[in-house]
């Protein structure tokens, strides 16, 4: 079975930077599109960004351009690159792998391949 392990959470400051990072055990991140989701306490999971195969992104409206999503296909690896951190960002984050190579969705359905989660915290 894939295993993901998140890491590279933590506490910031408002408006601070952090990269998390996704280590897959398979070489599954250059054929299958890959995407972060995120919870807060209280709510639901959200998509937060997705990159497919052919290294397409999409990201959720609600990121205004702060995120970035790339992959090392090389080192099996997904990052999420978070910029200007606010408050609201606070949340489990959670790396995930889709059945598809084309998968350019934020519904969690799509993704059969989950992680544990990193938590980050942002303080104003």
């Known amino acids: 079975q894939v295993r993901l392990v998140e890491s590279g959470g933590g506490s910031v400051q408002a408006g601070g930077s952090l990269r998390l990072s996704c280590a897959v055990s398979?070489?599954?991140?250059?054929?299958?599109?890959m995407a972060w989701f995120r919870q807060a306490p209280g709510k639901g999971r959200e998509g937060v960004a997705v990159?497919?195969?052919?290294?397409?992104?999409m990201y959720s409206d609600s990121m205004n351009g702060r995120f970035t999503i790339s992959k090392d296909n090389a080192k099996n690896t997904l990052y999420l690159h978070m910029n200007s951190l606010k408050p609201e960002d606070t949340a489990m984050y959670y790396c995930?792998?889709?059945?598809?190579?084309?998968?350019?969705?934020?519904?969690?359905?799509?993704?059969?391949?989950w992680g544990q989660g990193t938590q980050v915290t942002v303080s104003s």
């Open positions: 995930a792998a889709a059945s598809g190579a084309l998968v350019l969705s934020l519904r969690a359905e799509y993704f059969a391949n």
């Open positions: 398979e070489s599954i991140v250059s054929r299958y599109s």
């Open positions: 990159i497919d195969s052919l290294d397409r992104t």
